[in-house]
C-alpha cells in the first residue's frame, strides 16, 4: 500500500506563495503520473498539474504561469510551487499518484489552502 503525506498547506494573502510537498513511501520512479488535485466546497475534485516519471508536465489553464509541479526523485517528493495566489485557489488540495498497466492509484489525506483577499 503506497502512503503520501502532504504539507505546506495554510492561509496566504491573495499574492502570496505555498509550496505543497508530497512524500511518497515508494519511489516515485515507480509511478507513470504524479499530480496535485484540489476540491473547492461544493465543488468536484479537479486536476491542477501533473508530472510523468519522464518529467512531462501538465497544468490547468487556471493555474498556467503562476503554478510549478516538480519531482525530487532522490526524495520521493513531489511538489507545487504556488505563486500568485489567488482567492479562488482556495481548496483541499490532494497529492495522487498512479501506475498504469495494471491500473491503480493513490490518493494522500488532502491539506487545506485558503486565501485570502
Known amino acids: 500500500q503506497v502512503q503520501l503525506l502532504e504539507s505546506g498547506g495554510g492561509l496566504v494573502q491573495a499574492g502570496g506563495s505555498l509550496r505543497l510537498s508530497c512524500v511518497a513511501s515508494?519511489?516515485?520512479?515507480?509511478?507513470?503520473?504524479m499530480g496535485w488535485y484540489r476540491q473547492a466546497p461544493g465543488k468536484q475534485r479537479d486536476l491542477v498539474a501533473s508530472?510523468?516519471?519522464?518529467?512531462?508536465?501538465n497544468y490547468a489553464d487556471s493555474v498556467k504561469g503562476r503554478f510549478t509541479i516538480s519531482g525530487d526523485f532522490a526524495k520521493n517528493t513531489i511538489n507545487l510551487q504556488m505563486d500568485s495566489l489567488k482567492p479562488e485557489d482556495t481548496a483541499v488540495y490532494y497529492c495522487?499518484?498512479?501506475?498504469?498497466?495494471?491500473?491503480?492509484?493513490?490518493w494522500g489525506q488532502g491539506t487545506h489552502v485558503t486565501v485570502s483577499s
Open positions: 515508494e519511489s516515485i520512479y515507480s509511478f507513470n503520473n
Open positions: 495522487n499518484v498512479n501506475r498504469l498497466g495494471v491500473w491503480r492509484e493513490w
Open positions: 508530472i510523468t516519471n519522464s518529467g512531462r508536465t
